[in-house]
């Protein structure tokens, strides 16, 4: 039997999509699917303040049900793992495999991780949060490693390095950036963070480009071998295995390439939105996901009801930045400018829960 509409991945632009939908009283065709891992989705604004202890997980998760029983879509516990993009046929972990007449894709990126790996160490992604989550309640529980290595230097590892620090009081945090810290904000940024970080005990070693772990440590060029005990990759994004076997058009790095319609180049009836696809002047973040989101609905639903218009999604050429720092205050970034205040946290706050009720439904 062939699906009218699969949604993979309930990432940000499925779930405002589907908040869309629900809005319109719109339902999708019977039959329709969206395939998730898990019965929820995790909201990535909030996993540092969840981290940091500010936060309960059931504050930082969506259920996906509701939505999906509003939207007449239902739910598949279920992981992709194959695509033939030119038959519409997907295979999931367990095996299943299932054919549709239309796809959407949303599934995020993976961890980009050293070459090099043997074993030594305890190694946990940024994502799934899922995973990250249950190793950071079995340290709070049974004790912390006594130095938890964090690779990456954008906005995720600032966040999670000084969460954790908050959180894990008796853990040794250090953070291994390839380049400058923050590269991607306004220099004052960095400048914040880095003192931040000194007077909060972080250690931090910028220009570090972990190659290999051996032996207990993170190897590099450019530093004599760190000792850690487990390492957690906030490394930024790479694409999942599955895209390149896909046959669909994708990026010099895998990602899939898309037009402003949110369709694949190659395959206009697979769609492909948030970190798992490729598109001129937009950034991999959640802000520029849900963004996608209202534009993904009505061509998914124009594309469903057989019209020929589609919209087209135009990314904001910024946007602003709030960065966590696990205390009373937040980080606002926005173009050269950047402020830690506690404003920016109420701020932060205000909009995380917005987004979270404006998701939920009974
Ligand atoms: C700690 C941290 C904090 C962050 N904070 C912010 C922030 O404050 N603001 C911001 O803009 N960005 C933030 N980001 C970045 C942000 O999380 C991502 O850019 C954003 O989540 C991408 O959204 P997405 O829609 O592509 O999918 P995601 O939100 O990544 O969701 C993908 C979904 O697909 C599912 N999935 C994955 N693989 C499969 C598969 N094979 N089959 C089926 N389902 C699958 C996953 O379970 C997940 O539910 C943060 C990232 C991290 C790590």
Redesign the pocket.
Known sequence: MTAPLIM??????HLVALRGWAEQGYRAPPGSVL????PF??Y??M??GLLAGRWRAEQCRIELAPLCRATGMTLSS????RLEADARLLTLASGEQLRTELLSL????ANPAPAQNDGSLTVIG???FGDLQQHWMHWRRSGSPARLAILGGG??AV??ALALQQSLSTCQILVLCANRLLGGHPPRAARLIRSLFHRRNIELHEGVTVTAIRNGCLQSASTPPLAAEAVIL?TGAAP?V?QADSNLATDPAGFIQIADTLQSQSHPRIFA????AALADCP????Y?VRQGPVLGANLRATLDKQSSLQHYQPQPRALA?LATADDQALACYGPLALRSRAALMLKDRLDTRFMRSLQRD
């Not at 395939?35 to 898990?38: A, L």
């Open positions: 993979v991945g309930a990432g940000h632009a395939i998730s891992p898990e989705a995790w990535s604004g996993m540092p279920g992981q992709l793992v949303n599934s995020g990126a940024a994502k799934p906005a995720a966040e999670l906030a999942a599955w939105s948030g970190d798992c991999r973040s959640g802000v996901a709030l």
